[in-house]
């Protein structure tokens, strides 16, 4: 279980988010600048919240009373990044490596070749992430998340960057991923699709604070009154089914 | 013609740009992570010898590591060592002046570093060091390396300061631009326009590798 109740004063508003995800796929829900990303952030250690607690499956991550803030090697966070962050100077088979560094040579050469097979990167192994098209951007970093055997996996809008033909072929294919995973996934989006699809239940955030954490059948109807009040289509409420 | 100066140049550019090098690439990572108004003045002090004139910079060396100033005294007294008008004491000179440059290029080249590069290798579990010598390094190499040639390039001839803390003695303290200026001075202009073809000649190779190290980290994006 992963539990977060964090403060941190920013330029524009002060983040307060509180919510808890327990085995389920969590969205992070709001708009872009609501300070989703800096919520992943400090989940992950890369940055540092004013006051608060962040526990992972019973360890404290971060405690200002206690002062105990883990460095982010010691987390066992997952964080797919927006852009993905590849290292550009490494192969594929390096970037996902560079997920294992303590394992021994040998487990991590078999590793590899595992991850390889399981997120289809057959025949990409020592290319460089800026000869790969997006879509394959994203399964190796999704592959090197998956080698440092996270026990929580934090996803930063992984669709933002990818066309929407794309975008359509990745959704269920990460989706499975996820729900394969077994443990704890944060999605962030602003985009509602992708939240019905993909997602057991929604954290809403605006304005750095978040809401109570609903299912997705909550968040649906709301949705649906909302657009409904709009004038928009309502027929998206009909048809997601997880 | 005696190669003395050109040799004694070349050694006293390869070692200061070594030197510079590494205290360059440590200023410009460290400094960076500094509060700001610390930041504003370390960036200052480490700039200055770039706009200060270089006799400047040789008379507030010679205050420190003068024979009869702290530092110099000591290491004459202790161990018998002169700081001042050995061949070596150049390098003294030329690492200050020089190294403005290697700074600034390096810090140029790290402010371009996607840093969610180096956020991904921490929660990847890479250590720091890791990350620094094989994220980070890699990424900013080619400014890294065009910072490097060019302080060698400027180490080659440098003269104020040079010419103040070892001044010119041939087969010790020359240096080709001190050669210059003695040939000058002295009238022997057939030798000086040799040491001035040379130079330039030196200079303009170097400066031809930063454009090419420029243009490829610019395709690079």
């Known amino acids: ?242 | 013609m005696d190669l003395f100066p050109l040799f004694n140049s070349l050694r006293i550019a390869a070692i200061s740009a070594v030197i510079v090098f590494f205290v360059g690439i440590a200023a410009a990572y460290y400094i960076a992570k500094t509060p700001r108004v610390i930041k504003g003045i370390l960036d200052v002090i480490f700039t200055l010898p770039l706009v200060l004139p270089p006799t400047v910079v040789g008379y507030l060396l010679l205050l420190l590591l003068g024979p009869k100033r702290p530092v110099g005294e000591f290491f004459l007294e202790k161990l018998n060592v002169r700081l001042t008008m050995q061949w070596w004491s150049a390098v003294f000179a030329v690492s200050v002046v020089v190294l403005p440059l290697m700074y600034r290029t390096a810090r140029g080249a790290f402010e371009r570093f996607d840093e969610n590069l180096a956020s991904a290798g921490r929660t990847l579990g890479l250590s720091n060091s890791y990350i620094f010598w094989r994220i980070r390094l890699p990424y900013c190499r080619q400014g890294i390396i065009a910072g490097a040639v060019l302080s060698f390039a400027r180490a080659l001839g440098e003269y104020g300061a040079t010419s103040m803390i070892a001044g010119y003695t041939p087969g010790k303290t020359a240096t080709v631009s001190t050669a210059v200026y003695q040939l000058w001075r002295t009238g022997n202009d057939e030798l000086a326009i040799k040491w001035v073809l040379i130079n330039i000649a030196i200079s303009a190779v170097v400066l031809l590798c930063v454009n090419l190290l420029e243009r490829t980290d610019r395709r690079r994006g």
């Open chain 1, 1 to 242: 279980m992963l539990y977060v109740d964090i403060e941190k004063k920013l330029d524009s508003f002060t983040l307060k988010a509180s919510f808890k995800v327990d085995g389920e796929v969590t969205a992070l829900f709001g708009p872009s600048g609501a300070g989703k990303s800096i919520t992943l952030k400090c989940i992950a250690g890369i940055e540092k919240p004013d006051s608060g607690v962040i526990q992972l499956n019973g360890r404290t991550l971060f405690d200002s009373s206690q002062h105990i803030d883990l460095q982010p090697q010691k987390r066992k966070v997952g964080y797919l990044f927006q852009e993905y962050a590849l290292f550009p100077n490494m192969t594929v088979n390096g970037n996902i490596e560079a997920g294992m560094r303590t394992l021994k040579k040998s487990d991590r050469i078999a590793k590899t070749a595992e991850l390889t097979e399981r997120f289809r990167l057959n025949g990409l192994e020592d290319k460089r992430p800026s000869t790969l098209s997006g879509g394959e951007q994203q399964r190796v970093a999704l592959a090197r998340m998956f080698a440092s055997q996270p026990e929580v996996i934090l996803l930063d809008e992984p669709f933002a960057s990818l066309d929407i033909l794309l975008k359509a072929e990745l959704i269920p294919y990460i989706k499975d991923i996820i729900n394969n995973f077994g443990g704890e996934s944060i999605l962030v989006s602003h985009d509602v699709d992708e939240v019905l699809t993909m997602c057991e239940r929604v954290t809403e955030i605006a304005s750095g604070v978040t809401e109570r954490t609903v299912t997705t059948e909550e968040f649906k109807s709301k949705m649906k009154v909302i657009y409904e009040r709009a004038g928009l289509d309502i027929g998206r409420f009909n048809d997601h089914e997880r």
